[in-house]
């Protein structure tokens, strides 16, 4: 089973919708997790950190539901800008390996 | 800051030539990581170090070598290139185990194509 497993896509949505994606992570000894945002053709770069029970940023807000092993990333008012691939990754803390996900791919529409 | 440096940024090889990828971070990170992604698909670990003078393989090895001789330096070597190894190839590193955050600092990746 993959570390974590999350819904590819792509979400099209309108510009100024409300879009949610979920990450399922299959250890439960995970205590925290990064969203990272991936550009077409571009590196991956920390978008927000996931620590207890969640984080909001501006237009962002990420929920951790421990329960359930899963992690949301909420975005409203969504913006062209946005449409990017979203990828969701444990904090590996003391662990050495870093593994990804497919990402989800988000595409904001005029 | 430079952080995280990939040379070269494009390549084209043809297949059975070697090749050598340089990662380069200035950041004093212990940890550095080789990743390659398709079109259309994730991140794919290769190899890993964890410190000077160690590397360990990821999801992907076969067909790629590393070293780490200097702590700021993670190089990626293709001994025979293959058209399957066309692809982007992305280095990163973070921090030893850190209290607070493992976040990871990626290089711009550098595009191969095998011909």
């Known amino acids: 089973r993959k570390e974590v497993e999350q819904d590819p896509g792509p979400f099209n949505v309108p510009e100024g919708a409300t879009v949610a994606f979920n990450c399922t992570y299959s250890?439960?000894?995970?205590?925290?997790f990064f969203w990272y945002r991936q550009d077409c053709r571009k590196e991956p770069k920390l978008l927000m950190s996931v620590y207890s029970s969640g984080n909001e940023d501006g237009r962002f807000t990420a929920q951790l539901n421990r329960a359930s092993q899963y992690i949301s990333l909420l975005i409203r008012d969504s913006k062209l800008s946005d449409s990017a691939t979203y990828l969701c990754v444990p904090d590996s803390g003391g662990y050495q390996k870093v593994t990804f996900g497919t990402g989800t791919k988000l595409q904001v529409i005029p | 800051n430079a952080g995280v440096t990939q040379t070269p940024k494009f390549r084209v090889l043809k297949t059975g030539q070697s090749m050598t990828l340089l990662c380069a971070q200035d950041m004093n990170h212990e940890y550095m990581y080789w990743y390659r992604q398709d079109p259309g698909m994730g991140l794919r670990l290769i190899h890993y170090?964890?410190?000077?003078?160690?590397?360990a393989k990821g999801e992907v090895p076969d067909g790629y070598n590393v070293s780490r001789l200097k702590k700021q330096n993670f190089l990626l070597g293709l001994e025979s290139a293959a058209p399957s190894q066309t692809s982007v190839y992305f280095c990163?590193?973070?921090?030893?185990?850190?209290?607070?955050?493992?976040?990871?600092?990626f290089g711009e990746g550098s595009r191969l194509t095998v011909l």
């Open positions: 250890n439960s000894a995970s205590q925290s």
């Open positions: 990163a590193s973070r921090q030893l185990a850190a209290a607070n955050t493992g976040e990871l600092f």
């Open positions: 170090s964890v410190g000077e003078g160690t590397t």
